[in-house]
């Protein structure tokens, strides 16, 4: 039995009460946006059983009062309400209209109980945001789009997110990134329930790839989120990118930018939601990862070559992010990277291949290999300058899946 099969079967004999496995419950909002909403009616709403794909019972619960108004200004009334909820073996949050707005008291009541009785929740995007408020999240690894992990992670330090993933399980809890993700997510439900063959039926009705390779780091390359990049700012900002190697401070960005300090500080962070300074420091820890990473220098050329002032000044903010020093993040690291062989090879194996790093048990092996602290609380994943958003404290756990852009449950 595969893992994702094993953990299946488990959640399936923990559902209590009247609760079923087939049944699907899909929480909507008020300001919720409309794609993400619709994924999980259009994977578990519609009978496929023709084209092989087993069918689950669709309940789409209002998480507040109604009408519910959603992008467009279309307005939505839903069938049920939370009660609806209580027979429900799997419940999906689609979206979350605000990371900045607290969720209805009444919602995070009714996903706490049903976790409670064995249900699997499901947060789909900023649906993550209302799984951390109702403290479904704490201790556990979540992605959410990368634009938003940053926030995710200051306001709920005990997530340990991770913006590099497609989707994350983590058993009884799945989280998964930004949009397309939520249909991979959803997939693999499907998959995790009914196998492969039914995964692959349902996607070829959506048109969509049964499995999708790579992470968000494809999207994170990018030094600032498109709506940003035709601001004055965003020019400052690839001249840092360009010269990490140099040091400078915040000072010097807000001179190339016109501005006082106080001016540059509130513009930076209403723009991409991190203090300058904790940006400037995460891009050059990021850098650093890359160069131990990629390269032989010492520890010392690393720390010169990122525009640290010393090999001291590096060594601190690197093991505040990481969790644990660099000398020990390039041993992690290369010990986990595959042994022999081109990397069209080792695509081909992990495709064929049962996920088994990622899990709870690998990141422990990976703790053990850093002299430092649990590597659970740390900075944006290594490669692409989007981290460079900002994307810091708590962001980044290491070890990557066998199946790319997926973390599965130990």
């Not at 004999?13 to 079923?20: D, Y």
């Not at 309940?59 to 009062?65: D, R």
């Amino acid at each position: 039995m595969s893992q994702d099969s094993a953990t299946a079967t488990e959640a399936a004999r923990k559902l209590t009460g009247r609760r079923r496995r087939e049944v699907v419950a899909v929480l909507l909002f008020s300001g919720g946006p409309i794609f993400e909403s619709s994924i999980p009616l259009s994977v578990f709403g519609i009978d496929r059983q023709d084209a092989g794909v087993p069918r689950y019972r669709l309940l789409v619960c209002g998480g507040e009062e109604g009408p519910l108004r959603t992008t467009g200004g279309l307005e939505l009334s839903a069938p049920y309400g939370l009660e609806a909820i209580s027979r429900a073996g799997t419940v999906v949050v689609p979206a979350w209209r605000s990371i900045t707005s607290p969720p209805p008291a009444e919602a995070l009541d009714a996903l706490r109980r049903a976790h409670e009785e064995g249900a699997r929740i499901v947060g789909l995007c900023t649906g993550a945001f209302v799984l951390a408020a109702a403290g479904l999240l704490d201790g556990r690894p979540a992605t959410t789009h990368w634009m938003y992990a940053p926030t995710l992670a200051k306001r709920y330090p005990s997530v340990h997110v991770d913006p590099r993933e497609l989707f994350v399980d983590d058993g009884d809890v799945l989280t998964s990134a930004g949009t397309a993700a939520g249909i991979d997510l959803c997939l693999h439900i499907v998959r995790t329930d009914h196998g492969t063959e039914a995964a692959g039926a349902l996607a070829r009705r959506l048109v969509v790839p049964p499995r999708r390779s790579g992470g968000q780091e494809r999207y994170l390359d990018r030094s600032l989120p498109e709506e940003i990049g035709s601001d004055p700012l965003a020019e400052v900002v690839a001249w840092a990118l360009e010269h990490l190697h140099e040091q400078f401070d915040v000072e010097t960005l807000a001179a190339r930018a016109y501005m006082s300090r106080r001016t540059f500080d509130r513009r930076f962070r209403s723009l991409t939601g991190s203090a300058p300074l904790q940006w400037l420091i995460t891009q050059r820890v990021l850098q650093a990862q890359r160069l131990l990473e990629t390269s032989d220098y010492s520890v010392d050329e690393v720390a010169g070559r990122c525009g640290f002032r010393s090999p001291v000044a590096l060594r601190g903010h690197f093991r505040r992010q990481l969790g644990s020093s660099p000398a020990a993040y390039r041993a992690a690291y290369r010990a986990r990277r595959p042994q022999g062989g081109g990397l069209e090879g080792v695509g081909a194996v992990l495709e064929a291949s049962v996920p088994v790093q990622g899990t709870a048990a690998n990141r422990r092996a990976v703790a053990a290999a850093s002299s430092g602290p649990s590597p659970v609380t740390a900075a944006a994943p290594p490669g692409g300058p989007a981290e460079r958003l900002g994307l810091g404290p708590e962001a980044y756990i290491p070890g990557r899946p066998a199946l790319p852009g997926q973390r599965s449950a130990p």
